[in-house]
């Protein structure tokens, strides 16, 4: 395992310090248990804090997992912005793959699968982890449209799903390997299908981005 998520620490006391290790003690218990065997006990014993800590942030098992993962996808795979719509799509698609094929991305991928048939609220887990993933990535496509680079009723979030498709299939399907190369790809397939105004709103009152789970 990851150097980062070993073993139980000492006492860090509240604020931001307690936060991160709470966090960290999160992925390292979904890693070792899995998401069926976690529980905010384990998590808290793990960090090195009370349980009542943990409980005055999140209220359950799921919103500690779904903010843990979250924190950790935003620092994995942070928002470019290099100028143009193809290198940023490029920079997203390389640290998606990146992520997805580390430790802890596969890890956790192996975990919630494994759990989700008899764990629904890992649906619920997923899909909120997903919807922040695509509201924070979402400014590069809105920047594109400002550019100009993409038609103006381009949707957000089926470009971001178009992109990431590939990198999920080969990572839970095929097991086919995955790299910078796959990573191209995935732009390049999204960009076309992008340019000839195949990813658009499907209303013009969309009110906000759909979070379906791409896998």
């Not at 307690?18 to 966090?23: D, E, P, S, Y």
């Not at 590939?166 to 839970?172: A, E, V, W």
């Not at 995935?186 to 960009?191: D, G, N, Q």
């Amino acid at each position: 395992m990851d150097e980062g998520f070993s073993g139980p620490t000492r006492p860090v006391g509240r604020g931001r310090k307690a936060q991160a290790a709470v966090r960290a003690a999160t992925l390292a218990e979904l890693l070792d248990r899995g998401y069926a065997e976690l529980t905010v006990e384990g998590v808290a014993q793990r960090a090195g804090v009370h349980k009542t800590t943990v409980y005055r942030r999140w209220k359950d098992r799921a919103s500690l997992v779904v903010d843990a993962l979250a924190e950790h996808f935003a620092t994995d795979i942070p928002t470019p912005d290099t100028g143009a719509v193809e290198s940023d799509l490029q920079a997203l698609a390389r640290a998606l793959a990146h992520s997805m094929t580390g430790p802890v991305g596969r890890a956790v991928q192996t975990a919630m699968h494994s759990d989700a048939g008899r764990l629904p609220e890992i649906a619920e887990a997923r899909r909120r982890v997903f919807a922040d993933r695509f509201r924070r990535a979402e400014p590069v496509i809105t920047r594109a449209i400002e550019r100009g680079e993409l038609p103006a009723e381009t949707d957000p979030v089926e470009v971001l799903k178009t992109l990431a498709a590939p990198i999920y299939f080969r990572l839970l399907v095929s097991a086919d390997p995955i790299d910078e190369g796959t990573a191209d790809q995935a732009v390049r397939i999204t960009l076309a299908a992008a340019r000839a105004g195949a990813l658009t709103r499907s209303s013009p009152d969309r009110s906000g981005p759909r979070t379906t789970d791409p896998a």
